[in-house]
């Protein structure tokens, strides 16, 4: 596709459930954001990926959260044991290189807790 | 600690008039400076960015504007148009250099433009 996809655009989820979100970066870039939105505030960076290295995880705020990209194409995060302070936007974002100064977000993935 | 502060969450401006978001940092090294636009229930789309050699960018309706000594910027638009309601974010790369990817972002500015 032209953009960045992502699924599902909506997910409820039950506190302790897992669950995974996807994301389809726009074809050949190479690098790939996860960033998490919650209300109110601007995105806040997760984790970075350039190819399938993850060569940044420093904003996942636990170890229930964990990100995979392994054909350096589609991503995914994945949420364990969900609780009700994850419930946010995740956004998935791409660019084409490693230093590119614009990228390019995805319409995000809406995650709520009960 | 906010690297990047937008200190209004909300303005109103009439149709035809000059909308003015503002957005301050705190680190002197950042060089690089975007805005983003957002509508409700899609994603950040890249607006308009500036560098630290230049003190004003200008595209169309949008122009940008970086006061270094004040480590503030701001963008305007004129005229506003009710199509350009949207959530507004300023967002810097590190400070390591400019293109670095992990943004910061600002907590955005809710920009309404009435008819």
């Known amino acids: 596709g032209a953009g960045v996809s992502q699924s599902p655009r909506y997910k409820v989820a039950k506190r302790g459930q897992d669950v995974a979100l996807r994301c389809d970066p726009i074809?050949?870039?190479?690098?790939l954001f996860w960033y998490q939105q919650a209300l109110g505030q601007g995105p806040e960076f997760l984790t970075y990926?350039?190819?399938?290295?993850?060569?940044?995880k420093s904003g996942l705020p636990s170890d229930r959260f964990f990100a995979e990209r392994p054909e350096g194409s589609v991503s995914t995060l994945k949420i364990q044991r969900t609780q009700q302070e994850d419930s946010a936007v995740y956004l998935c974002?791409?660019?084409?290189?490693?230093?590119?100064?614009?990228?390019?977000f995805g319409e995000g993935s809406w995650l709520t807790v009960v | 600690d906010q690297q990047v502060k937008q200190n209004s969450p909300s303005l109103s401006v009439q149709e035809g008039r000059i909308s003015i978001l503002n957005c301050d940092y705190t680190?002197?090294?950042?060089?690089?400076f975007l805005w983003y636009k957002k509508y409700p229930a899609e994603g950040p789309t890249f607006l308009i960015s500036?560098?630290?050699?230049?003190d004003k960018n200008e595209d169309g309706r949008f122009t940008v504007f970086l006061n270094k000594s004040a480590k503030h910027l701001s963008l305007h638009i004129v005229p506003s148009q009710p199509g350009d309601s949207a959530v507004y974010f300023c967002?810097?790369?590190?400070?390591?250099?400019?293109?670095?990817?992990?943004?910061?972002f600002g907590k955005g500015t809710k920009l309404s433009v009435i008819p």
């Open positions: 974002a791409s660019s084409l290189g490693r230093t590119t100064n614009t990228i390019y």
């Open positions: 074809s050949g870039h190479v690098s």
């Open positions: 990926f350039q190819n399938e290295a993850q060569l940044d």
């Open positions: 680190n002197s090294m950042f060089d690089y």
């Open positions: 500036i560098s630290s050699i230049k």
């Open positions: 967002a810097v790369p590190p400070s390591s250099g400019a293109g670095s990817y992990q943004l910061t």
